[in-house]
């Protein structure tokens, strides 16, 4: 994987895509699935919402720390799967075939099948609404993955794929931040 | 329009698509453009970030009111060109030739030429990140609106056009809601 700008990560998660959260908790780690994720200004800040009911959760509050992976469409059936089981029972990166690769910045792995990965600090929780709020630190794509369309949870067991790119640069180049 | 179910109204947010939120503020209606949203849990609460460098920041935090218009496709020009400019220099419904019809529960209007409409009630801001958090009061659906794809920022200028759908449902079951 080529490290990707920092300055850029928030363009994976700007469509709102389902992702994957990789965590660490001692020696084992585990994955789990997510939509409800939400950009915080053009910068490499990010939320997510989970609740104790999740079992990542736990490790989320104790290290703080995590990474955000972004799997394409062909990788769409696992990452649902990975959704619908709990890291209380299973070893989610053996059970589904997933390779955890150390990160720079943070005990959580990345996943080698995803096209990009984002190692993340959590710098802030908010308890009341189960908002978690991280920082990307360090950022990875794999620039030989050849599918790029993502997909997106509906909520109700179904999912959209990524279809044609329309582009409204022009109208939006005075609200564009640089390099972006 | 018609009454749309308040326990489906997440499943317009949980893709990720680029939203309108009409705002009152006073006899004046404004609207922005708008991609940083978020689920928070299968409830028809939802989260969305913006700050005071945006106009209707000031009607949000005033009248804790705003209704969330979800645009198809056909609109995407339009609903870019709304986030290129300020409601405190233009009338938006009037230079877009838009048309406000009146909410049940808000006062802030519904946008006829949308696909949905949801009223929203703020119930909570944190300041320190632009997050506000709102609760659907009531939604609206245009069952005669033709295009239903809706379109996703990338946030470099371009966009994602809703693609094929996928069905994922069986594997899923178990963690949906009743009635979803």
Redesign the interface.
């Known amino acids: 994987m080529k490290a990707f700008p920092l300055n ?1 990560t ?2 994976f998660l ?4 389902v992702i994957l959260v990789s965590t660490a908790c001692g020696d084992d780690f585990n994955i789990m699935t997510l ?8 910068t490499p800040r990010f ?3 989970t ?1 104790p009911w999740n079992y990542s959760c736990k490790a989320l509050l104790e290290n703080k720390e995590c990474v955000i992976a972004i799997p394409t ?1 062909d990788m ?2 696992t990452v ?2 990975i ?2 089981c709990s890291g209380a029972e299973v070893n989610k990166f053996e059970k589904f075939k997933l390779t955890p690769l150390k990160a720079k910045f943070v005990g959580a792995p990345l996943i080698k099948e995803c096209y990009a990965n984002i190692e993340c600090k959590i710098v ?1 929780y ?1 308890e ?4 978690f ?1 991280m920082d990307a630190v360090s950022a990875w794509i794999d620039d030989r993955h050849k599918e790029k ?28 931040p640089d390099g ?1």
């Open positions: 850029k928030f363009t700007e469509p709102g895509p939509s409800w994720t939400m950009v915080l200004d053009f939320a997510f919402m609740g469409v769409a059936e649902v799967s959704g619908a802030d908010i009341k609404h189960g908002i709020i369309r993502l997909f997106h949870a509906i909520g109700d067991g179904s999912f959209i794929v990524d279809g044609e790119k329309i582009n409204y640069r022009e109208i939006m180049i005075a609200k564009l972006v």
